[in-house]
């Protein structure tokens, strides 16, 4: 079945940059996704991308697409504390656009 | 904005309770989705509704149901609630035929 996995944890400094990244198995997907979860607090969609797109921008976010690997990445310019959350990737499938999500990132930015 | 409200942020039930999680949406949505995030796992899909009266297993079904009456509602039900449903219960909905799913904030269930 649908499977998607990114790494469990990741440390910056404030000002650097952040990639996360994410690994998924439906090469028949869609849309993928990055979802953000801040603590106590639901899940809001960061930025998707077209399964026939490369890349997209989005101020400080950049999604990288590589769907021979299919591989995704999400990057974040100058991480803030505020950035500091768990991101989840997820790719769509199936009738009503379920999403297989991974297990999350766990992003801590320090100052 | 799109509006997915539960309508408990936190619950304490006993074991063997029955317990019913609430979620409503303001948007019209016809598709509706239950899940449950657990560290390390991520988020899995438990059932999902694409319209009235009507639902589907998702991955993570044993120990559920579901019931959709109306459009906006959707409730997940432990007909017996274990301790290893302990869990943060999310809901979801869309618009059939896009491709964004908006969240609720999440039901923290602690089962003792």
């Known amino acids: 079945g649908e499977d998607v996995e990114q790494s469990l944890f990741l440390s910056v400094r404030e000002g650097d940059s952040s990639v996360i990244n994410c690994t998924y198995t439906?090469?028949?997907?869609?849309?993928l996704y990055w979802y953000k979860q801040e603590p106590g607090a639901g899940l809001q969609l960061l930025t998707y991308i077209f399964s026939n797109m490369d890349m997209k921008q989005d101020q400080r976010l950049t999604v990288l697409l590589n769907k021979k690997d299919k591989h995704l990445s999400l990057r974040i310019a100058d991480t803030q504390t505020g950035d500091s959350a768990i991101y989840f990737c997820a790719e769509s499938w199936g009738y009503g656009n379920k999403l297989v999500f991974g297990a999350g990132t766990i992003l801590r930015v320090k100052s | 904005d799109v509006k997915v409200t539960q309508s408990s942020r936190y619950l304490v039930k006993r074991t063997g309770e029955k317990v019913f999680l609430e979620c409503v949406q303001d948007?019209?949505?016809?598709?509706m989705f239950w899940y449950r995030q657990d560290p390390g796992l991520g988020l899995r899909l438990i059932y999902f509704?694409?319209?009235?009266?009507?639902?589907e297993k998702g991955d993570i079904p044993e120990g559920y149901s579901v019931s959709r009456e109306k459009k906006e509602r959707f409730s997940l039900i432990l007909e017996s609630a274990s301790t290893n449903q302990t869990s943060m219960y999310l809901c979801a909905s869309n618009q059939q035929g896009a491709n964004i799913q908006y969240f609720g904030a999440g039901t923290r269930l602690s089962v003792l």
């Open positions: 948007m019209d949505h016809e598709n």
């Open positions: 439906d090469s028949s997907s869609t849309y």
């Open positions: 509704s694409y319209d009235v009266k009507m639902k």
